[in-house]
């Protein structure tokens, strides 16, 4: 099983940026992805970044161009940089990773001020 802890998130004005880590620990050797999910209240989780174990990034919506998954395979964590942050997307965002099974780290709320 892996255990994920998420940090970095906060208070952002409109525009800015924030950057979320995410560090994994237990079976990460069998890891054949990371990601970051987000959720909005009343809305489904829906993935937003994702790194395969080659490296590979894929990017879904309109993050796509602002936001940047990244490793640092030393650490065990990934990040997720994100940058002109707009008012539509406070929202809790999810570290998740998959190997066996899918795990999920606890949340970190982003709010985004107009």
């Known amino acids: 099983q892996v255990q994920l802890v998420e940090s970095g998130g906060g208070l952002a004005q409109s525009g800015g940026s924030l950057r979320l880590s995410c560090v994994a620990s237990g079976s990460i050797a069998s890891l054949k992805y990371m990601g970051w999910y987000r959720q909005t209240p009343g809305a489904q989780r829906g993935l937003i970044a994702a790194i395969l174990n080659d490296g590979t990034t894929t990017y879904y919506g309109s993050v796509e161009g602002r936001f940047t998954i990244s490793p640092d395979n030393a650490k065990h964590t990934i990040y997720l940089q994100m940058n002109d942050l707009t008012p539509e997307e406070p929202a809790v965002y999810y570290c998740?990773?998959?190997?066996?099974?899918?795990?999920w780290g606890q949340g970190t709320q982003v709010t985004v001020s107009s």
């Open positions: 998740v990773a998959e190997g066996t099974r899918r795990s």
